[in-house]
């Protein structure tokens, strides 16, 4: 093996190799004893106070496989730090020794944020493999494209090989059916190597529902007094909630040291609850930036509650509204969450271009007229990651469609041009650089009555859309524990060479060029908004002014009919779609036109 620097983190649990052999711990407080099966040999577990148990098995080595036995649990359980496990969620971990890999990228220190383009992509889905080795692979085309940043769907082990990842029971242990740690490890540090940062998306906001053994013997890790959509909260602020914080603590450190990834993006966090004195999320950020010191890290939020009190202490949040507004303006449709977007959707474009929200503090029809989010104006613009498309916006919808299928592509051009040359950090899902025509549908791999309860409420969820009043409609919409569901959503990148979609592709990039050599330099000292107006009912004027004194403008009709206007920009035009001028005098704005304006 290449001489390289190697990775580990020491954590306070889980298997830990040391000289004389591996010590297990375990934090198992509504048990009274405890004992490790190393490879079908159970041991004894020493009481360490505080429900903590551990041993120090000598002779163990890296491979040996483990699993923890408590009193009146018929099962053995599999380490809830586990860092691998090669046969699944009810199967023994394995001992793994974190330090053999040998990093290439020594001098890796990442990439400022400015310069973020994300690239959300499932590895399961990203290649016809569905490894990491298969992905690495195709890492050159996203350079070639001109992304900066790979953000990977969440990797922790669920139940079975079929999974989005947001069902994983253990946050520790990559997904086996993608490859070994090493071959994740590799895919990293061949990014690096191409001057690529790769972002993580985390889950600390519960557990999927099968492979979860926690309330077996850690009951304290979850409270009742907190409830999410998936049941009990975790326990962030109770009694115990000290060691489950630093489980996830822990977790976050762990991917940022031990496998280098460059951040983390943490979902829905809106469903932390925390009465604590000091906020989980506050403490989980100051620590995992001190655990790699000298790097650049990443810390991106998911939050419905749009508070941008966080923005203070992350780097940005994914910004939904954005999205929606821009999904209303392109397709028309109105349903579910798109209502509050319904009216005025050019408008709250602008403002969520220009402000960060569109909606700050006003009362949500979809959230039953309850006020939502606050003032985000005076953050910068790179604390929004914007995006047009995800994996949520695609996989939720009852056939996973893309917007290329439901919008026209002018219209699928103008909504990229908008996204990925306003100074938000702007986000690609896979595929979408050339109009992928596959879809991204919901898959998992559950058993028994509980994989056939997910097909049910998955089409149940559906009933309340007016689209799928007809129960005919909702028996096709595919079962997620099908196998062919997840194949159906898998890229197929040889249709990059079908002239339309290579089109989209050379659009694409030449976007992203524009966006390196004009624009990046400019955002480097920082930029805000610098006011909107509408010009239209579809057409909008955005300005944002830069550290350095250049001043950006994006005029745009974002609709299927001509607009009649009036502007004036004072700027050279970087980039247009449509006869887009600088000066308009009572004049017409083509449907579907784009235009970018800078004043250095």
Same mark, same amino acid.
């Given at each position: 093996?290449?001489?390289?620097?190697?990775?580990?983190?020491?954590?306070?649990?889980?298997?830990?190799?040391?000289?004389?052999?591996?010590?297990?711990?375990?934090?198992?407080?509504?048990?009274?004893?405890?004992?490790?099966?190393?490879?079908?040999?159970?041991?004894?577990?020493?009481?360490?106070?505080?429900?903590?148990?551990?041993?120090?098995?000598?002779?163990?080595?890296?491979?040996?496989?483990?699993?923890?036995?408590?009193?009146?649990?018929?099962?053995?359980?599999?380490?809830?730090?586990?860092?691998?496990?090669?046969?699944?969620?009810?199967?023994?971990?394995?001992?793994?020794?974190?330090?053999?890999?040998?990093?290439?990228?020594?001098?890796?220190?990442?990439?400022?944020?400015?310069?973020?383009?994300?690239?959300?992509?499932?590895?399961?889905?990203?290649?016809?493999?569905?490894? &990491?080795?298969?992905?690495?692979?195709?890492?050159?085309?996203?350079?070639?494209?001109?992304?900066?940043?790979?953000?990977?769907?969440?990797?922790?082990?669920?139940?079975?090989?079929?999974?989005?990842?947001?069902?994983?029971?253990?946050?520790?242990?990559?997904?086996?059916?993608?490859?070994?740690?090493?071959?994740?490890?590799?895919?990293?540090?061949?990014?690096?190597?191409?001057?690529?940062?790769?972002?993580?998306?985390?889950?600390?906001?519960?557990?999927?529902?099968?492979?979860?053994?926690?309330?077996?013997?850690?009951?304290?890790?979850?409270?009742?007094?907190?409830?999410?959509?998936?049941?009990?909260?975790?326990?962030?602020?109770?009694?115990?909630?000290?060691?489950?914080?630093?489980?996830?603590?822990?977790?976050?450190?762990?991917?940022?040291?031990?496998?280098?990834?460059?951040?983390?993006?943490?979902?829905?966090?809106?469903?932390?609850?925390?009465?604590?004195?000091?906020?989980?999320?506050?403490?989980?950020?100051?620590?995992?930036?001190?655990?790699?010191?000298?790097?650049?890290?990443?810390?991106?939020?998911?939050?419905?509650?749009?508070?941008?009190?966080?923005?203070?202490? &992350?780097?940005?949040?994914?910004?939904?509204?954005?999205?929606?507004?821009?999904?209303?303006?392109?397709?028309?449709?109105?349903?579910?969450?798109?209502?509050?977007?319904?009216?005025?959707?050019?408008?709250?474009?602008?403002?969520?271009?220009?402000?960060?929200?569109?909606?700050?503090?006003?009362?949500?029809?979809?959230?039953?007229?309850?006020?939502?989010?606050?003032?985000?104006?005076?953050?910068?613009?790179?604390?929004?990651?914007?995006?047009?498309?995800?994996?949520?916006?695609?996989?939720?919808?009852?056939?996973?469609?893309?917007?290329?299928?439901?919008?026209?592509?002018?219209?699928?051009?103008?909504?990229?041009?908008?996204?990925?040359?306003?100074?938000?950090?702007?986000?690609?899902?896979?595929?979408?650089?050339?109009?992928?025509?596959?879809?991204?549908?919901?898959?998992?791999?559950?058993?028994?009555?509980?994989?056939?309860?997910?097909?049910?409420?998955?089409?149940?969820?559906?009933?309340?859309?007016?689209?799928?009043?007809?129960?005919?409609?909702?028996?096709?919409?595919?079962?997620?524990?099908?196998?062919?569901?997840?194949?159906?959503?898998?890229?197929?990148?040889?249709?990059?060479?079908?002239?339309?979609?290579?089109?989209?592709?050379?659009?694409?990039?030449?976007?992203?060029?524009?966006?390196?050599?004009?624009?990046?330099?400019?955002?480097?000292?920082?930029?805000?908004?610098?006011?909107?107006?509408?010009?239209?009912?579809?057409?909008?004027?955005?300005?944002?002014?830069?550290?350095?004194?250049?001043?950006?403008?994006?005029?745009?009709?974002?609709?299927?009919?001509?607009?009649?206007?009036?502007?004036?920009?004072?700027?050279?035009?970087?980039?247009?779609?449509?006869?887009?001028?600088?000066?308009?005098?009572?004049?017409?704005?083509?449907?579907?036109?784009?235009?970018?304006?800078?004043?250095?």
């Amino acid at each position: 093996m290449p001489v390289g620097s190697r990775s580990a983190q020491r954590m306070p649990f889980g298997a830990e190799l040391q000289d004389a052999g591996v010590r297990f711990r375990i934090w198992a407080p509504s048990k009274p004893a405890a004992e490790v099966v190393v490879d079908g040999v159970p041991i004894a577990m020493d009481a360490a106070g505080e429900g903590w148990f551990e041993r120090t098995v000598a002779g163990a080595r890296a491979g040996a496989r483990y699993a923890f036995a408590f009193p009146g649990l018929d099962a053995h359980v599999p380490d809830p730090a586990s860092r691998f496990q090669p046969e699944g969620v009810h199967a023994p971990s394995v001992v793994v020794d974190p330090g053999r890999y040998a990093w290439q990228t020594e001098n890796w220190s990442g990439r400022t944020w400015h310069e973020a383009v994300l690239y959300e992509l499932h590895v399961g889905t990203f290649t016809r493999e569905g490894t &990491y080795a298969a992905a690495q692979g195709r890492l050159d085309d996203l350079v070639a494209l001109g992304i900066t940043a790979i953000e990977l769907m969440p990797l922790a082990q669920p139940a079975g090989t079929r999974n989005w990842g947001y069902d994983g029971v253990l946050p520790f242990a990559p997904q086996y059916a993608y490859g070994t740690p090493d071959e994740l490890k590799a895919f990293i540090d061949a990014a690096h190597a191409r001057g690529v940062c790769v972002l993580l998306d985390v889950v600390y906001n519960h557990f999927g529902p099968e492979g979860n053994y926690l309330h077996a013997y850690a009951e304290p890790f979850f409270t009742e007094r907190h409830q999410t959509p998936w049941g009990a909260g975790i326990n962030l602020d109770g009694a115990g909630s000290a060691t489950v914080r630093e489980f996830f603590v822990q977790n976050a450190c762990y991917w940022l040291n031990e496998y280098r990834f460059d951040g983390l993006r943490l979902d829905a966090v809106h469903e932390l609850a925390d009465d604590s004195p000091r906020p989980f999320l506050h403490e989980l950020a100051e620590r995992a930036r001190a655990a790699v010191p000298g790097r650049s890290v990443h810390l991106v939020l998911e939050n419905d509650d749009n508070d941008p009190a966080l923005l203070e202490v &992350y780097d940005a949040q994914w910004n939904d509204d954005v999205h929606h507004a821009l999904h209303v303006l392109l397709t028309g449709e109105r349903e579910g969450y798109y209502r509050d977007y319904a009216l005025g959707p050019a408008r709250l474009l602008a403002r969520a271009l220009a402000e960060g929200f569109a909606y700050q503090g006003e009362p949500s029809r979809h959230r039953g007229g309850v006020p939502r989010g606050a003032r985000s104006g005076d953050r910068p613009a790179a604390a929004f990651v914007d995006f047009l498309q995800n994996h949520d916006q695609i996989g939720n919808r009852a056939f996973g469609e893309r917007i290329a299928s439901l919008a026209p592509d002018d219209a699928v051009r103008a909504a990229s041009a908008v996204l990925l040359l306003a100074p938000a950090v702007p986000l690609l899902f896979m595929g979408e650089e050339w109009s992928a025509t596959t879809p991204f549908l919901f898959f998992s791999e559950f058993g028994g009555e509980l994989g056939a309860a997910v097909t049910e409420g998955r089409r149940r969820e559906f009933a309340a859309w007016p689209t799928f009043n007809d129960p005919a409609l909702r028996a096709r919409i595919p079962d997620p524990q099908d196998p062919a569901t997840m194949r159906a959503s898998t890229l197929d990148w040889d249709e990059r060479a079908i002239p339309r979609l290579a089109s989209m592709l050379d659009f694409h990039r030449a976007l992203l060029h524009t966006r390196r050599a004009e624009l990046i330099p400019h955002l480097a000292s920082g930029t805000h908004g610098d006011g909107f107006r509408l010009l239209g009912e579809t057409a909008l004027q955005v300005a944002w002014r830069c550290g350095d004194g250049a001043r950006l403008t994006l005029v745009a009709n974002l609709g299927p009919d001509d607009a009649n206007v009036s502007y004036r920009i004072d700027g050279r035009r970087l980039f247009a779609q449509g006869e887009v001028l600088a000066e308009c005098e009572r004049g017409t704005l083509p449907r579907w036109s784009v235009g970018w304006f800078l004043r250095p």
